[in-house]
């Protein structure tokens, strides 16, 4: 039996559900297709739960049994196809309970999240409570015994999607990099009117406690000035800044707008 023959087969028995949760990042369509796809290809079955958590504690119709088209022609689409949404009943243990019952019905013990820091922080406590919560659900003959001790370990793969590029351990994120682009397409837009009109512009960028991005865009655009959590200013900078713009007006620079300033924003 060849490799390839034995990787088909890896999967045979396993079922997968997969969902996007928090905010929104370009390249989470290029990974539901890649898992989806990937899923099939060793032989298991493929569930997508449309609208995030409250997709998975619903149930229903919100999680779907996927095939190979599925998952076509998204690859090149931004956001998430399958949907996301914000879920305070996951918070709680009964939304917990809801959603480990219509997994486990199923038979699915695998899970894949794609999402923030939230929404992975939430995969691993569902995943830390798993056999608390089928035990509760043998207990209230929701579920057999057999189901539970069938499924009795939720297997958790985490995909980062936030365009901050801010999670431990990762080179890149999913929407970091289109995040990168769509801030030097800003960039080349307002170009021609700081030269015009000869102004200091300064612009605010994602990333909360995370300066990645406003890094990237001041190294790309070659940025007079940048603030970023990680480097507070030191003491003194404002009158080094001012000098700086003095003398770009007093056209001691050649070429260029008079200023470009990358700061991170305090919230989302």
Known sequence: ???????????????????????????????????????????????????????????????????????????????????????????????????????????????????????????????????GLLAELVQKGRITDTLAKQHDHLNIVGLVGSIDNDFCGTDMTIGADSALHRIMEIVDAITTTAQSHQRAFVLEVMGRHCGYLALVSALASGADWLFIPEAPPLEGWEDHMCARLEHVRLGLRAQGPAFWGFTTSSSK
Request: aromatic share 6%; hydrophobic share 40%; glycine share 16%.
């Open 1 to 131: 039996m060849s490799d390839l023959e034995r990787l088909k087969m890896t999967g045979a028995g396993k079922a997968i559900a997969l969902l996007t949760s928090g905010g929104d990042a370009q390249g989470m369509n290029a990974a539901v297709r890649a898992v989806t796809r990937m899923g099939i290809f060793v032989g298991a079955k493929m569930y997508l739960v449309y609208e995030g958590y409250q997709g998975l504690v619903d149930g229903g119709d919100n999680i779907k049994l996927a095939h190979w088209q599925s998952v076509t022609n998204i690859i090149q689409q931004g956001g998430t196809v399958i949907g996301s949404a914000r879920c305070k009943v996951f918070t709680t243990r009964d939304g917990r309970l809801a959603a480990a019952f219509n997994l486990v019905k199923r038979g699915i013990a695998n899970l894949c999240v794609c999402g923030g820091d939230g929404s992975l922080t939430g995969a691993n406590i569902f995943r830390t409570e798993w056999t």
